[in-house]
C-alpha cells in the first residue's frame, strides 16, 4: 500500500544531519513518524481481523488475503526495526555531536 511504502521511505532516509540542531530535528521526525506508526496500529490490526474473517469464512479470495495478511505484517516489522536502527544511529550522532 502506499501508506507502507512511505513509511518505508521515511525509516530508510540515511541523512543523520552535520550538525547538533540538524540531528536533533531528525530524532524529532522520528519521533513523529513513531506518533503516526502508533496510530495507524488499530486500524491495522482492524484490517487482519476482517481478514481473517474472511478466510475463515471461506472467502473466494482468502489465499490472496491470506498472502496479503501475511506480507503487510512482514512489511511493518521491518519498518520497526529499521525504525530502531535509525533511532539508534541518530542517538549515537547526538552523543559525537556533544563530544566534538
Request: net charge negative.
Amino acid at each position: 500500500t502506499a501508506w507502507l511504502s512511505s513509511k518505508e521511505n521515511i525509516v530508510s532516509d540515511s541523512y543523520i544531519g552535520n550538525s547538533l540542531d540538524e540531528v536533533e530535528t531528525q530524532l524529532k521526525k522520528l519521533g513523529d513518524f513513531n506518533q503516526s506508526l502508533q496510530a495507524q496500529e488499530n486500524k491495522i490490526g482492524a484490517l487482519e481481523s476482517s481478514g481473517k474473517e474472511m478466510i475463515e469464512a471461506e472467502h473466494f479470495a482468502r489465499y490472496e488475503i491470506a498472502d496479503r495478511i501475511k506480507e503487510t505484517a512482514a512489511r511493518i516489522q521491518r519498518i520497526q526495526e529499521k525504525k530502531k536502527e535509525r533511532q539508534s544511529t541518530l542517538k549515537d550522532a547526538v552523543q559525537f555531536h556533544h563530544f566534538i
